[in-house]
């Protein structure tokens, strides 16, 4: 187990994340966007740009380590305590069929910010 769950990693070249969205790391050991079927290993603290210097590595809480941020991915009402999937763009969306999480809060736009617990 990690003790710290936070890590620094490279951000991926000509690419720019949005902070609370799920990352994988990439080719080159090198973060960017999880998709809807890939295992992430946490979401992004802060917005990143690998163009520009100071903003090219990534702050990411590692999934698994409390409490993580999340970006909900869909306009479909979500409760608390619904379980979550993965969806483009390293959002989440309302689903049971291989859950990543579960919703600590409610959400009922896209681009929403909740608390989630991922596993």
């Not at 990143?48 to 941020?69: E, F, K, S």
């Not at 689903?95 to 989630?116: C, F, K, N």
């Amino acid at each position: 187990m990690n003790p710290n769950p936070i890590i620094s990693i490279p951000v991926k070249a000509s690419t720019a994340l949005v902070a609370h969205r799920r990352v994988k790391v990439g080719t080159g050991a090198k973060v960017e966007y999880a998709g809807a079927s890939d295992t992430s290993i946490g979401t992004v603290l802060q917005d990143c740009d690998a163009t520009v210097p100071d903003r090219a590595q990534a702050a990411v809480h590692l999934r698994g380590n409390g409490i993580n941020y999340v970006t909900y991915g869909t306009a479909t009402a979500l409760t608390a305590g619904d379980e979550l999937v993965g969806a483009a763009n390293g959002k989440v969306t309302k689903g049971s069929s291989s859950p990543i999480g579960v919703a600590l809060e409610a959400a009922t736009a896209d681009g929403d910010i909740i608390r989630a617990i991922l596993y």
